[in-house]
């Protein structure tokens, strides 16, 4: 809910500071006295379009900064989320300033964001009502979502649009493969060309480097038999090592006897020795026998090296990729020879998707048509007592061409209004005159209350063009109203104002020499006094102190008080 408001250098208004409550907070005063100003000012917190003309004169810019005390699940989290904004405690700061030159900025949480971003956090946390409203309830985008809200359909909603995405998933998989496919005929002489250079080459994982290896051991021949005959030289001439330490081994032994601990140790290194030489000649004898000196075996290596090589690049691949390449191509040719029985498999597939998709669907529709003769009779209720008793609330849910199906169903939904009998139902927007609109707009909200997710609703005349009973009817749905969501009003009604359960007056003063705005709270003894003044104009009698007496009395909820000093303003960056 609105927790404060502050408001700077807007129009009439040097300075403001306004400590709000839940419950139902109205706020009166004489034409003119600037009860607007407060309205434009919260719209330019919300995101609402700047004008420079806001900014007071003699003032360089105007800057305004909302608080709203918003719970754990409230669509602000997401939102923020979505721009890598954290929102910290449950306390959101809504912050915007105007220059004279029009130039805006704005802030969340004092963090630098959009007047986009700004807007969208609005249009979760106010809905401002109105006879020039054009958000809200009055936008006919809104009206699925909202009963949706008021039948409790979000679990079947979620199905719809589970299904919906699955959908999408087979018909965009049966589609790529008709792509594949007919690409795949297309090319049908091209590729058995390529599967049949593939299966000459027969080409083999991991063959290139085992041909590579082999080119080089081939190419460097020579030089590898001249090296371990030079080894093997080396052993056996001029002396042969292994004779050698034949011969030191029979001389050691001839002293075994008589010097054992001497000679022991020297034996059995020449023992070991005597092992490593013998291999070590072995290993040169086969190695010299293994090398391949035949340049047609080089050749025979190259050739197909190169092959390989050039292959790959032709087809775009790595060398080791052609074994894959020549898989898929074969796999590819034989669906064709196949007649294409993926295709028939995924068209089933899409089809039984499709099937399931409008089977929820039908379902979410029926739930909407159900919820729509609910909300329909709740507010046929409420509007003879709001002096629209001969009109008539109609939620009209038709079903869409197939092309606008999406994940919320099959189903456009609209709510219309016929204000004289026999009239044909119209857009609400476009049917009702401004002091209609705002009751009509009171008896949705005060029957979609407990659905809805916005935690404070403002109301903007919406006594106009009545009075008496009618505007008793107002107040006491007002009151009913703000059991589950935070409200304000602006009246010009003493039976809307009794009704409420916090009051400020807006009214003009003067300061050197300067017209200005103020907005005070008041106490019950100036409330009374307030509407007194309301009811009798000018000069206020006893009677119509009296009569405002009766008016708080009977006010259609019990009056709550809260504390509404003046909060410690945010400081503007």
Not at 405 to 423: I, K, M, Q, S, Y
């Amino acid at each position: 809910m609105l927790v404060s408001l502050s408001i700077r250098d807007v129009v009439l208004i040097a300075r403001l500071d306004l400590a709000f409550a839940d419950g139902l907070g109205v706020l009166t005063g004489e034409t003119g006295a600037g009860k607007s100003i407060l309205l434009d000012s919260l719209g330019l917190a919300l995101g609402a379009r700047a004008d420079s003309g806001l900014v007071r004169a003699g003032a360089d810019r105007l800057s305004v900064t909302a608080q709203f005390d918003i719970g754990p699940d409230h669509p602000v989290h997401a939102l923020l989320a979505e721009q890598d904004m954290d929102t910290g405690e449950d306390l959101l700061v809504l912050r915007r300033s105007v220059g004279a030159d029009g130039r805006s900025r704005a802030w969340v949480n004092d963090q630098p964001a959009s007047v986009g971003l700004l807007r969208r956090l609005g249009d979760t946390l106010v809905e401002i009502h109105g006879q020039f409203d054009t958000h809200g309830l009055l936008d006919p985008g809104t009206h699925r979502g909202v009963l949706d809200a008021h039948g409790s359909l979000g679990k079947a909603r979620e199905v719809c649009q589970t299904a919906w995405e699955r959908w999408r998933a087979a018909k965009r998989v049966h589609a790529a493969a008709l792509r594949d496919l007919e690409q795949a005929r297309a090319r049908e002489d091209e590729l058995r060309a390529m599967l049949t250079e593939l299966e000459v080459l027969n080409p083999k994982p991991g063959e290139e480097e085992a041909l590579a290896e082999k080119r080089a051991r081939l190419m460097d021949g020579e030089k590898l038999a001249a090296g371990l005959n030079e080894a093997l030289a080396a052993l056996s001439e001029p002396a042969d090592a292994e004779r050698a330490v034949q011969a030191a081994q029979r001389a050691l032994e001839r002293l075994a006897d008589l010097h054992g601990a001497t000679v022991s140790p020297i034996a059995e290194g020449l023992e070991r020795a005597a092992i490593e030489i013998a291999e070590a000649r072995n290993a040169l004898d086969h190695a010299a026998a293994d090398i391949d000196l035949d340049p047609q075996h080089l050749d025979q290596v190259e050739e197909r090296l190169f092959a390989l090589r050039g292959l790959a690049r032709k087809h775009g691949v790595e060398v080791d990729a052609l074994a894959g390449l020549m898989a898929d191509t074969r796999a590819t040719l034989d669906a064709l020879e196949a007649g294409g029985g993926d295709i028939a498999r995924l068209a089933r597939d899409e089809q039984a998707a499709r099937e399931g998709y409008l089977a929820a669907a039908r379902v979410l529709s029926e739930g909407r048509a159900a919820a729509a003769r609910t909300l329909d009779d709740a507010v046929a209720v409420e509007l003879p007592p709001l002096k629209l008793d001969k009109a008539r609330f109609v939620t009209r849910v038709e079903p869409l061409e197939e092309r606008e199906w999406g994940p919320d169903g099959l189903d456009r939904v609209a709510f219309e209004v016929a204000t004289n009998p026999g009239a044909t139902p119209g857009p609400i927007h476009r049917i009702a005159s401004g002091g209609e609109l705002a009751r009509f707009m009171l008896a949705l909200k005060v029957v979609l209350a407990r659905a809805s997710t916005v935690p404070t609703l403002v109301f903007d005349e919406v006594d106009t063009g009545i009075g008496g009973a009618t505007a008793a009817a107002v107040g006491e749905r007002l009151a009913r109203l703000a059991r589950d969501v935070q409200v304000l009003v602006v009246t010009h009604s003493p039976q809307v104002a009794a009704t409420g359960h916090h009051h400020w007056r807006v009214e003009k003063g003067s300061e050197a020499e300067a017209t200005v705005t103020r907005v005070v709270p008041l106490s019950d003894g100036e409330r009374r006094e307030e509407i007194a003044r309301m009811l009798s104009g000018a000069t206020i009698t006893a009677e119509a102190r009296a009569a405002a007496e009766t008016l708080l009395k009977a006010g259609a909820a019990p009056q709550m008080h809260f504390d509404l000093s003046t909060p410690e303003p945010p400081q503007t960056p």
